[in-house]
């Protein structure tokens, strides 16, 4: 079973609509969740991150944990057409164990005018 | 607004040269990462960096690779055999911070290495 799962998509909406992107994954020693954004010939660029279970919501974004299910999301309100990019989950672990993000192979998402 | 910056942005190389990937990270930055993303596939750890030396190296990061901050604003990463498989985006990422603040890392738009 691979660490990091994340739909490759491409997943395609109208502008305005939400986007829901989600990853599973199953070392049960991650605790810090990461949402990575990159645009096409870009380097990642970190958009939010989280610490064990919960939400926390930055703008138009809302990151969610829930480690019972080893299932991390992220929300996207009132996509743009500026939205469009790969989004990219990564997580690491905690004390003692490694920081170095593991990450998960991107989700293509696609809005249209 | 500061960035980390990579030259070249795509090289290309016979197999069996050795390629030198040149990175400049944020000025006030202490650790300094490298990754790979082969086309399709998930961004990889390689290497982190700090204080001069080695603090972490990924299973990928054989004898054939090699980091260096040869002087106070580079941090470079040379493959000194290349082969097929290394074709790859590398990015380079520097971080403020090392231990459970290291997911605050910035990373600079990449070089496409294409092995040839």
């Known amino acids: 079973q691979k660490e990091v799962e994340q739909d490759p998509g491409p997943l395609s909406v109208p502008e305005g609509a939400i986007v829901s992107l989600n990853c599973t994954y199953s070392n049960s020693a991650f605790q810090y969740f990461m949402w990575y954004r990159q645009y096409s010939r870009k380097g990642p660029e970190l958009l939010m991150y989280t610490y064990s279970s919960g939400n926390k919501e930055d703008g138009r974004f809302t990151a969610q944990v829930d480690k019972s299910s080893k299932y991390i999301s992220l929300f996207i309100r009132d996509s743009q057409p500026s939205d469009s990019a790969t989004y990219l989950c990564a997580m690491s672990q905690a004390s003692g164990g490694s920081y170095i993000p593991t990450f998960g192979r991107g989700t293509s998402l696609i809005v249209h005018p | 607004e500061p960035e980390v910056t990579q030259t070249p942005s795509h090289q290309v190389t016979q197999m069996g040269q050795e390629v030198i990937l040149r990175c400049v990270p944020i000025?006030?930055?202490?650790?300094f990462y490298w990754y790979r993303q082969i086309l399709g596939q998930k961004v990889e750890f390689l290497v982190s960096?700090?204080?001069?030396?080695?603090?972490?190296k990924s299973e990928i990061f054989d004898d054939q690779f090699s980091v260096e901050r040869p002087d106070g604003s580079n941090f470079t990463l040379k493959i000194r055999s290349t082969k097929l498989e290394d074709s790859a985006m590398y990015f380079c990422?520097?971080?403020?911070?090392?231990?459970?603040?290291?997911?605050?890392?910035?990373f600079g738009p990449g070089t496409r290495l294409t092995v040839t």
């Open positions: 960096f700090y204080n001069n030396e080695i603090s972490e």
């Open positions: 990422a520097s971080s403020p911070k090392d231990g459970f603040s290291s997911y605050e890392q910035y």
């Open positions: 000025s006030n930055h202490l650790y």
